[in-house]
């Protein structure tokens, strides 16, 4: 009879052990992935800094604090037109481009974006000193391309359109990638030629060397026919990824005080590696007013690449409570960006997905330390 209790004794530890390690694994493998296990609450709040620690939370004269709930929480920090002032908002954000959580500078010396996983972990703004290699870069104007100016930045940013060029500071970053030092790994240069609407293409690079961006490059203009409805193309187009297959996509871009407004550039399309869908919804008067006024702001285009690395598929969602929303969403497939609900379908993950012999490896090397 004693020796049958022990070994029931011993089976429920044997149990509970195993429960533990289990659990281990769990966490550690969201640890890996970077995959939150429940939404948790974020602060949700705008409102204009004059001088450090930068709060929109203690603002509540001009702004209602609130807060937002999903697997990520935000804080930006931006310059206003007046030295000295910053506006400073708080939300939540899922499917985020940062590819590392923290606080760090957002393409510009004076812009902060910080990212993190935890309830009401949006709280302050702080920057952990870390060490990154300067390189010299060409900073001139798109009024004047060929000023000879150069400053001191963590990598180069050039619009080969304009010719305008400068500095980049903390994670590289290009629209529709994912944001971090990965951008870069593969290549010291990466192109984007966007075109949305009716506005001419855009076409952005970065680059991590000195001097990367000093060279003008020549615009290649994008084949167009016209008809009944406009088609631009990027087949013209030199230096880019030709593995990758060609989407007609959607070609409009619309501003409305009403959703339900629809605009007959719809009709529009355009033809790239990647079709993107962004949208931008604004309140007039905020939470505090009795009436607020929305402003919707929806692009539609199509995107070139030099390399589909680090791309983002799929939407990143970022919002404040009753205050703005914003979504970006890159796709592939044939019109894929006609909705929001299309577009949103594709995976947000890397094209270039790792192989499932390493996520395989990666599991069992978790389970064995686990168990060992």
């Given at each position: 009879?004693?020796?049958?209790v ?5 089976l ?19 640890s890996?992935?970077s995959?939150p296990?429940a939404?948790t ?12 620690p930068?709060?929109?939370q203690a603002l509540t004269r ?8 999903s697997?990520?929480?935000f ?6 037109d007046?030295?000295g002032?910053y506006?400073?908002t708080k939300?939540?954000v899922?499917r ?6 923290g606080c760090d ?13 935890g ?12 060490h990154?290699r ?11 391309p060929?000023c000879?100016?150069s400053?001191?930045g963590?990598?180069?940013h050039?619009?080969s ?6 500095c980049g ?6 629209p529709y ?12 240069r ?5 075109s949305r ?9 970065i680059?991590?060397?000195n ?9 290649y203009?994008?084949g ?9 193309s ?12 060609l ?6 871009e619309?501003?409305?005080h009403?959703?339900?407004?629809t ?11 990647f079709?993107t869908?962004?949208t ?7 939470q ?5 006024t929305p402003?919707?702001?929806e ?5 070139n690449?030099t390399?589909?690395y ?6 990143s ?7 703005e ?8 497939g ?10 949103s379908l ?9 192989s499932p ?14 168990f060992?």
């Open positions: 009879m004693k020796k049958e022990i070994k029931t004794q011993l429920s530890i044997e149990r509970e052990c195993a429960s533990a390690s289990e659990m281990r694994v769990l966490f550690m493998l969201a890996v992935f995959v296990f939404a609450k974020c602060y949700s709040c705008a409102g204009i800094c004059y001088s450090e930068c709060n929109c001009f702004f209602q604090m609130g807060s937002c709930e697997e990520y929480c804080i930006e920090r931006k310059p206003t007046v030295p002032r506006r400073i939300g939540c899922k985020p481009s940062r590819t590392h959580f500078y957002d393409h510009f010396h004076d812009h902060i974006q910080c990212i993190c996983a309830e009401f972990c949006n709280d302050m703004i702080f920057i952990r000193s870390m990154r300067n390189v010299t870069c060409r900073k001139c104007s798109d009024r004047e060929d000879g100016e400053c001191q963590q990598w180069c050039e619009d359109t304009t010719g305008a060029a400068g500071y903390g994670p590289p970053s290009l990638f994912y944001n971090g030092p990965e951008l870069l790994y593969r290549r010291t990466l192109c984007i030629t966007i609407g009716t506005g001419k293409p855009r076409k952005h690079c680059c991590n060397t001097n990367c961006n000093a060279i003008y490059r020549t615009y203009p994008w167009q026919s016209e008809g009944i409805t406009r088609t631009r990027l087949i013209s187009s030199t230096g880019y990824d030709e593995s990758l297959t989407q007609t996509c959607v070609n409009c619309l501003s409305a009403d959703s339900a407004v605009a007959s550039c719809k009709q529009n399309s355009c033809v790239g590696h079709c869908y962004a931008q919804r604004l309140l007039f008067g905020g505090r007013a009795q009436t607020t402003l919707l702001n692009r539609q285009g199509c995107i690449v390399d589909s680090q791309m983002q598929l799929g939407c969602h970022k919002w404040m409570d009753s205050e929303e914003e979504l970006l969403c890159a796709c592939k044939e019109r894929c960006n006609r909705d929001l609900a299309t577009a594709n995976h947000a993950s890397h094209v270039s997905a790792p012999l390493a996520t395989v490896a990666t599991f069992v090397h978790l389970f064995f330390i686990a060992r």
